[in-house]
């Protein structure tokens, strides 16, 4: 991509050579370049995204996954820039997971952190929206949290709110067990909800491993559906 266009090149000094001036010391001087300021965002690289309001236990999720150690406390906005982590299951097969600062309702008029990282998941395969199963313990709605990243995730781009995208309710240690399965179902319904639902808590890592290995399983499934979209003609059987 031509980003500066240079300027007209200059004579050398063997456009001076002569019969009689067989070194000349002489040169033309050539054009002006064009010349350009550049503001380059970054974008990092990663297979998965974390999305979430904060204090969703998005923090937790990384480092109950990976080696990352993003910091963690319980209060809204911990996480200050995006955080990369390494999510190993098993011999050679590992991806990379990104946690973002969490969106709040106006986000994508300004409001919050998260809004301006968002660029960060857009080369992600697969988000992962982390809600806080248990926000009404706290004085929040599960749900209109939920409702509210989506909103903003869809303002700020209808290709990211389009990813693969599976629902992740956490916190369910604050629950006693013989209420979790019916919270999830109470959550599932009431955000009508048909994708893949994991129910979890990060801080425990309950669940986490299945959500990790069934990660891998996807992005293993997409590299292999891309494989065959590139070379239609490649044979996936073995002799």
Request: hydrophobic share 40%; net charge positive; aromatic share 4%.
């Amino acid at each position: 991509m031509l980003v500066a266009k240079g300027g007209q090149g200059g004579r050398g000094n063997t456009r001076f050579k002569t019969s009689v001036n067989r070194a000349p010391r002489q040169f033309g001087r050539g054009g002006a370049g064009e010349a350009r300021h550049l503001q380059l965002a970054l974008k990092l690289l990663a297979d998965v995204g974390l999305l979430g309001a904060p204090n969703a236990g998005k923090s937790t999720l990384t480092r109950a996954l990976s080696a990352a150690r993003p910091k963690v406390a319980d209060y809204p906005f911990t996480t200050l820039h995006p955080q990369l982590g390494v999510v190993s299951v098993g011999n050679e097969r590992s991806f990379v997971l990104a946690d973002i600062p969490g969106l709040i309702e106006g986000a994508a008029s300004g409001a919050g952190l998260g809004i301006r990282f968002l660029k960060h998941l857009e080369r992600t395969r697969l988000l992962l929206h982390v809600v806080d199963a248990c926000a009404e313990l706290s004085g929040g709605n599960a749900a209109d949290l939920h409702r509210a990243v989506e909103a903003e995730v869809g303002q700020y781009s209808e290709l990211l709110a389009n990813r693969p995208r599976w629902l992740v309710l956490n916190k369910l240690d604050l629950l006693p067990p013989e209420k979790r399965e019916a919270r999830v179902a109470e959550l599932v319904r009431e955000l009508d909800w048909h994708g893949p639902v994991y129910a979890i808590s990060a801080l425990a890592a309950e669940g986490t491993k299945r959500l990790a290995q069934d990660a891998m399983t996807f992005l293993e499934n997409e590299n292999r559906e891309q494989k065959r979209a590139e070379d239609p003609g490649a044979s996936g059987h073995g002799a």
